[in-house]
């Protein structure tokens, strides 16, 4: 396996995120700002006095909602000067962060009060209802009373003892 490249990591970012049905339909060649976000904050790019703010403040100036590697390198070259970052430094952690992914991003907090709120055997009242004694879900018999159809209101004693020879 070669060694990636700015290039070849540019390609795979430009295509991060879109379906395989828009991707096959033309090649995906131009890279938004949103995908260089996520490349920087993958690549470890952003500090305190580099921000998302910077990246989009520098590429409105190329007047363009997606652009191209020429357009690209020119947008680095620019934000690197501006901020005082050293451009292969830059390039460096661009290229060597990986092929493009979501690892991470999105992590189930359990704790505090989170864990406190989703635990379903401290819930009351009616709340509980919903739930089995495992925490698993009764669907639609946990929601509703579920009464039967015999002509008799909740709690008649007397229930099926009407003589019917009448």
């Known amino acids: 396996m070669t060694a990636p490249t700015l290039e070849s ?6 295509g991060f995120g879109i379906t395989h049905s828009q991707a096959s339909a ?16 993958q690549a470890g790019v952003f500090t305190k006095s580099l921000t ?3 990246t989009g403040i520098h590429f ?13 390198k020119t947008f680095l070259a620019d934000l690197a000067a501006t ?5 292969d430094e830059i390039q460096t952690k661009l290229t060597d962060c ?16 989170v864990g406190r709120l989703t635990d379903t055997s401290r819930y009351t009242g009616q709340h509980k209802e919903r739930f089995d004694e495992t925490g698993k879900g009764r ?14 209101v909740q ?12």
């Open 9 to 14: 990591q540019f390609k795979k970012f430009c």
């Open 26 to 41: 033309s090649p995906v060649t131009q890279i938004t700002l949103s995908n260089i976000d996520k490349w920087f904050k």
């Open 52 to 54: 998302t703010t910077d």
């Open 60 to 72: 409105g100036k190329l007047k363009q909602k997606k652009v191209g590697l020429k357009d690209f």
């Open 83 to 87: 901020k005082k970052v050293d451009l």
């Open 98 to 113: 990986g092929d493009p992914g979501t690892k991470g991003a999105t992590k189930a907090v359990t704790t505090g009060a």
């Open 139 to 152: 669907g639609i018999a946990g929601r509703e009373d579920v009464h039967g159809n015999d002509g008799y």
């Open 155 to 166: 709690g008649y004693k007397e229930k099926d003892s009407y003589d019917k020879t009448h």
